[in-house]
């Protein structure tokens, strides 16, 4: 068992940022790659970006490439996904989770075997 837990969501006004953490208690993330999801209401879930386990590889969805930016501290066993210049269509519930890949690659479109509770992210405009 991995328990990913998120923090950060809230509510911000178009523009806005937020920085979104996932962290783990009792374990590691040293072994795992981190991807970011959100699903909106109403609408499938989303792969947002994802980071590996070494940390030097990145992934986004063009959605939000220039405007997330994904990095992760092994030493804190933390996974940070910062959102900026948020939209209203931004608007969902994201999700970390959690996936063994090799340690410099990772994709949204992997079964990812571990995924936190999430956190709501709403934007207003």
């Known amino acids: 068992q991995l328990p990913l837990v998120e923090s950060g969501g809230g509510l911000v006004q178009t523009g806005g940022s937020l920085t979104l953490s996932c962290s783990v208690s009792?374990?590691?993330?040293?072994?795992?790659?981190i991807g970011w999801f959100r699903q909106a209401p109403g609408k499938e879930r989303e792969g947002v970006s994802c980071i590996s386990r070494n940390g030097h590889f990145t992934e986004y969805a063009d959605s939000v490439k220039g405007r997330f930016a994904i990095s992760r501290d092994n030493a804190k066993n933390t996974a940070y996904l910062q959102l900026n210049s948020l939209k209203p269509e931004d608007t969902a519930v994201f999700y970390c989770?959690?996936?063994?890949?090799?340690?410099?690659?990772?994709?949204?479109?992997?079964?990812?075997?571990?995924w936190g509770q999430g956190t709501p992210v709403t934007v207003s405009s």
């Open positions: 009792g374990s590691t993330l040293d072994f795992y790659a």
């Open positions: 989770a959690a996936a063994p890949m090799a340690p410099g690659y990772c994709s949204v479109l992997y079964d990812y075997n571990y």
